[in-house]
């Protein structure tokens, strides 16, 4: 089955330090991956719509500036928290649809990054 | 705009017996697909189970089962004989037929009892 790889798992650093995370699909081409913030004890909250060769498509309340999104590839999108804060603790998961096997497919998830700034 | 609501945020179950999670919904589209997740305390988001609207019959996935009413937009999870390991939150899912996005419920915290 359709398989998505999130990294890193788990990232604690200082005010002010700007992550990336990875998320990849590992047996499909996805030309469209999501981004999701979850706090705690919380549904899922779609941050962004990451589009390969083109700009990412931003939920409204989510900073563009922020939590910049690269797809380069059919396979690769990257998520980075810039001069990450307190407030910008959460747990981020990516997810991915094997467009390729039609409309019906469901979304595929990473494990989640637990993200904590210090 | 699509909404999900799942109405009970916490149910608890017996080991062997059955839960049923409420799961409904709002659209004006006619075809779109629904689905459940469970996010066990690892946090990992799994696939229970998925159901086409336009198809009448209820999707069923070993212990899982689904009562889907379109007419009342309604989406029900049947977890039969619980298991320990069915102890997670399940979210309840929707999304377009031509569309890519998810629009999750709050979510349904189940815990199975020995």
């Known amino acids: 089955g359709a398989v998505v790889s999130q990294h890193p798992s788990r990232v604690i650093c200082k005010s002010g330090t700007s992550v990336k995370i990875e998320c990849r699909s590992l047996?499909?081409?996805?030309?469209?991956m999501f981004w999701y913030r979850q706090f705690p004890k919380q549904s899922l909250m779609l941050m962004a719509t990451?589009?390969?060769?083109?700009?990412?498509?931003?939920e409204q309340g989510v900073e563009k500036d922020k939590f910049l999104i690269n797809h380069a590839s059919l396979t690769l999108s990257t998520l980075t928290v810039t001069s990450a804060h307190p407030e910008d603790s959460s747990f981020y998961i990516c997810?991915?649809?094997?467009?390729?096997?039609?409309?019906?497919?469901?979304?595929?998830f990473g494990d989640g990054t637990r993200l904590s700034i210090l | 705009a699509q909404t999900v609501t799942q109405s009970q945020p916490e149910m608890s179950v017996q080991e062997a017996e059955t839960v049923t999670l409420s799961c409904t919904y709002d659209?004006?589209?006619?075809?779109?697909?629904l689905f459940w997740y469970k996010q066990p305390p690892s946090r990992q988001m799994i696939l229970v189970i998925r159901?086409?609207?336009?198809?009448?019959q209820n999707a069923t996935e070993n212990r899982f089962s689904v009562n889907f009413q379109k007419a009342a937009k309604s989406f029900s999870l049947k977890i039969s004989d619980s298991q320990l390991g069915d102890t997670a939150m399940y979210f309840c899912?929707?999304?377009?037929?031509?569309?890519?996005?998810?629009?999750f419920g709050g979510g349904t915290r189940v815990l199975v009892k020995p």
């Open positions: 899912a929707f999304h377009k037929a031509a569309g890519n996005k998810l629009t």
């Open positions: 047996d499909f081409q996805a030309t469209t």
């Open positions: 990451s589009n390969e060769g083109s700009k990412a498509t931003y």
């Open positions: 159901q086409e609207a336009y198809k009448q």
């Open positions: 997810s991915a649809r094997d467009m390729g096997q039609g409309d019906n497919q469901p979304q595929h």
């Open positions: 659209t004006s589209e006619n075809n779109y697909y």
